[in-house]
């Protein structure tokens, strides 16, 4: 089973326009006019085929990686939500992970919430990048909620129901 890293990014949300996925690696120019280039790819833990998180590394064409951090998926509660439903021990081999096996139609990263993981890589790529998400970001109009107003409490009438 593929580990479908194309798909994996794409949810991932990433706001950068000059981007490719090439094998399980995501590559990246996050702002014009630099050499610094983004390399996100997927850390190993000790069992086969299963991942704990991602290595985010800044490489320059001449000099190579410059600067690398490693955020897990345990960290930044990418799998909390699933690994609670389940009931998984944090002793669990699949705890925090993921791994290339899944259930036909979905993804091996079934279950995954993307928020903290993706707040990190914006606080980190901001540093190398400043304003890359800015520039990347959709228009205001794309942010706008809709309100809606709570419901006025029901009336009080004399007569009760059941």
């Not at 690696?25 to 390399?39: D, E, S, V």
């Not at 190398?128 to 909620?145: K, L, N, Q």
């Not at 029901?154 to 059941?162: C, E, I, K, N, S």
């Amino acid at each position: 089973m593929p580990l479908q890293a194309p798909e994996f990014f794409a949810e991932l949300r990433l706001p950068f326009h000059d981007h490719a996925v090439v094998g399980n690696a995501y590559l990246a120019a996050p702002t014009a006019g630099t050499h610094l280039r983004l390399r996100i790819d997927f850390t190993r833990t000790i069992y086969a085929d299963t991942y704990g998180g991602l290595r985010l590394a800044i490489v320059h064409p001449d000099r190579g990686e410059i600067d690398a951090v490693t955020l897990s998926f345990l960290d930044h509660d990418t799998f909390h939500c699933r690994d609670a439903a389940s009931n998984r021990a944090l002793n669990d081999s699949t705890h925090g992970t993921f791994n290339k096996y899944h259930r036909p139609g979905q993804p091996p990263w079934e279950g995954a919430e993307f928020t903290g993981l993706r707040d990190a890589i914006e606080r980190y790529t901001t540093v190398w990048f400043p304003g890359a998400w800015a520039a990347s970001a959709p228009g205001p109009a794309a942010h706008r909620s809709t309100h809606t107003a709570p419901a006025p409490p029901g009336a009080r009438g004399g007569a009760r129901t059941r």
